[in-house]
């Protein structure tokens, strides 16, 4: 998770920049192309397996900008021609990559092609939990709010690396399925909504609250009906684990509503007793909150109840519920 911290100010991008050798030119990835696309450009183009290089990637625009960019990427292989080189798999949320031969301040810096460095000596691989949308602000609006990355919320991105060898390398890339081992692209510790007392339904479901996506969230009915508190989500974690509280993350668009107060937490193995681990009151602000308990719990399923909120009203908002696992 990446957690910017200050002002609201609109950023670019979020994320790591890797200068590579320049030999590591070769580009396969599993994501959307193969044109390079953005949050608010992306529909167009489909997921799949495609190959580039890093030169092929970077477009020439009169002015040097950001280009490359791969939306949805669930792994991309940085190889030499040999086949050999680095894959970066995503572990949950899948992430953004470009990789080109220039930099992101060689990129500003340049008013114009020609000005960029003559001697491509790397290859810069960037990984993004998010990128800003492009919006038609060239001769229209800018991005919309949603394609928009803030400085003061949350992003899902974790990813691993690993060595790519190829023995035998006949012209492409290959990566045999027990080699890449796709079940370490994915989460191994999903979590399912056991039971909710109220949810908006197809707009705010409870599964947002539990799907590792910030931007998402839970909130109590508003539409039909308005229902009273306390509004009660349960989450089944898919096994038995050992962990010594949760986090809350209020809804980060910008909106108070439904902004937890007072709640209370419990716990249980088979999800019809339960035990209660805390009880107490958050801040009025957007902040991640931590819950510690007394001591580490052993359960199965965990209760989160809004006792109230922060404006006063019958609203409840959550966008991510996560366990504290014990550190063995």
């Keep these: 998770m990446l957690l910017p911290r200050g002002n609201p100010l609109e950023l670019l991008r ?16 599993y994501g959307r192309g ?11 183009m489909p997921l799949g397996v495609y190959k580039t290089t890093a030169r092929d990637s970077f477009f020439p625009y009169g ?8 939306e949805d990427t669930r792994w991309v292989a940085v190889t030499d021609d040999k ?11 899948p992430f953004a990559f470009s990789a080109i031969p220039y930099t992101t301040t060689e990129l500003i810096l340049a008013n114009h092609p020609v000005e960029l460095p003559k001697t491509m000596d790397r290859t810069v691989l960037v990984l993004s ?3 800003r949308g492009l919006g038609g602000a060239s001769c229209g609006p800018g991005p919309m ?3 928009i990355i803030k400085a003061n919320k949350p992003y899902p991105m974790s990813f691993f690396i690993r060595p790519v060898m190829a023995k035998s390398y006949k012209g492409e890339l290959r990566v045999p399925a027990a080699e890449l081992d796709m079940t370490m692209l994915t989460r191994t510790d999903k979590y399912t909504v056991k039971s909710v007392t109220s949810q908006e339904q197809g707009e705010a479901d409870a599964e947002f609250a539990i799907d590792g996506d910030p931007g998402t969230f839970w909130h109590s009915e508003y539409n039909k009906t308005v229902t ?9 974690l898919g096994k038995e684990r050992e962990f010594s509280g949760i986090t809350y993350l209020p809804r980060q668009d910008g909106s108070t509503n439904g902004r937890v107060k007072d709640y209370s937490v419990e716990v249980s193995m088979d999800g019809e007793k339960w035990q209660p681990a805390a009880k107490g009151s958050f801040p009025n602000n957007a902040d991640l909150q931590q819950v510690k308990f007394a001591a580490p719990v052993k359960a199965r399923y965990f209760r989160f109840s809004a006792l109230s909120e922060a404006g006063g009203r019958d609203y409840a908002a959550v966008a991510e519920l996560e366990i504290i696992p014990v550190k063995k």
Excluded: I, W
């Excluded at 979020?14 to 990835?29: D, I, K, R």
């Excluded at 044109?35 to 450009?41: F, G, L, M, P, V």
């Excluded at 002015?63 to 791969?70: L, M």
């Excluded at 086949?83 to 949320?93: E, K």
């Design 14 to 29: 979020l994320g790591y920049e890797l200068q590579l050798p320049a030999n590591m030119g070769n580009v396969t990835y």
């Design 34 to 44: 193969p044109e390079e696309n953005y949050a608010d450009r992306k529909s167009g």
């Design 228 to 236: 009273k508190h306390p509004h009660v989500l349960a989450v089944d």
């Design 145 to 147: 709010s949603r394609d």
């Design 129 to 131: 939990s998010a990128t």
């Design 63 to 70: 002015r040097p900008q950001d280009c490359g960019n791969h």
């Design 83 to 93: 086949g050999q080189g680095l894959l970066f798999g995503s572990l949950g949320t």
